[in-house]
């Protein structure tokens, strides 16, 4: 099931996304929130009269970095040892459609297509034959990143997570097996990034069982995955849309922070 936040007359709610021509999806509107168990109302609004919001709210992003051999070669590193771990605050959450605000203290802006797991339920020490009992699901996410800023700085807090650096969407796929699913990313058209949730050096359940060693994850937690190789600029005026086998796609556009 697809489950899309939007808003609509002023109003924030969930919808399960029924449909597969873009042009006639729409959204029966959900009861309460979707972690436990809902209802679906049988109120039907078309997708295109709404506007869609990040899929979640999370309280915090877990990000993963060199989570793929060939990117880390490409930037000139090894795979390390155990998985590099960063977060991204709340206030760089943005949805589908929205724009990314190339900051005004960076000349290097890339994208990083990612898969991201969205948390269910509030876990701690998640053994590997549980995980996939505290994931939602998982949706499209651009780690956004000022590259210069990135390599000048000792810690990527500013060049990873100033506002806007993390698009997420356009809504949340639960039923998808995340081992081995096509991901793109794509500049004005044209492919930037393709690669394989498979080639990842540590899975989805290693990064669970790995995080929630440390700390307690929340319902609309996000953990980002990592990158596959490809990563290059962004300007002002770029369209990039990230793609996922089996769950969407999610675009933004790049503005001049104003």
Known sequence: MRIAR?????????????????????LD??????????E?????VPLKKV?????????????????????????GNEVPDVPVAFFKPTTSVIGAGDSIEYPSFSEELHH?????VVIGRMCREVP????????????????????DVQRRESQWARAKGFDTSCPLGPWVETDVD???LAIQATVNGEQRQLGRTSDMVRSVVDLVVHITEAMTLLPGDVILTGTPAGV????VGDEVAVTIEGIGTLTNKVIKRG
Do not use: Q, W
């Open 178 to 180: 995340p081992g081995d």
């Open 232 to 235: 290059g600029p962004l300007h």
């Open 40 to 44: 679906l109302s049988g109120t039907k």
């Open 112 to 116: 990083e297509a990612e898969l991201a």
């Open 128 to 147: 590997r034959e549980r995980v996939k009992d505290v994931i939602f699901g998982y949706t499209c996410a651009n780690d956004v990143t000022a590259r």
């Open 6 to 26: 939007f808003s609509i007359d002023g109003n924030v709610a969930f919808g399960a996304v029924e449909g597969d021509s873009p042009d006639s999806l729409v």
């Open 29 to 38: 509107i959900i009861k309460g929130i979707p972690y436990t168990d809902f």
């Open 51 to 75: 506007r869609l919001l990040p899929p979640v709210l999370p309280n915090k992003v877990v990000a993963i970095g060199r989570n793929y051999a060939e990117h880390a070669a490409e930037m």
